[in-house]
Nanobody, 123 residues
């Protein structure tokens, strides 16, 4: 079992930046695929980004391409999401997810989830 804890959320002005962190504990010796999802009130959970264990392969949802960057530090068991040029429509609870097998852009493909961190972007 692996536990994930997100941090770094908060309130920012449109055009600002935030960096989210997801710290893992437990069976961190496994080569997990990790991803970020988000969920706004009244909407379904949306894929944001994912990254391979090595960090050499990344994928992004269309709504965040060119603005967000996913990265990781395996020595620290941590994955990051750098968010730039934030827009009010980015407001959501952001979740870190992981799995030990290949997983794509659907939330049901991931077995492990953090509790989420709130990101609010004001105009």
């Amino acid at each position: 079992q692996v536990q994930l804890v997100e941090s770094g959320g908060g309130l920012v002005q449109a055009g600002g930046s935030l960096r989210l962190s997801c710290a893992a504990s437990g069976r961190t010796f496994r080569r997990y695929i990790t991803a970020w999802f988000r969920q706004a009130p009244g909407k379904e959970r949306e894929f944001v980004a994912r990254i391979s264990w090595s960090g050499g392969s990344t994928y992004y949802g269309d709504s965040v391409k060119g603005r967000f960057t996913i990265s990781k530090d395996n020595a620290k068991n941590t994955v990051y999401l750098q968010m730039n040029s934030l827009k009010p429509e980015d407001t959501a609870v952001y979740y870190c997810a992981a799995d030990t097998v290949y997983s794509g852009s659907r939330d049901y493909e991931y077995d492990y989830w953090g509790q989420g961190t709130q990101v609010t972007v004001s105009s």
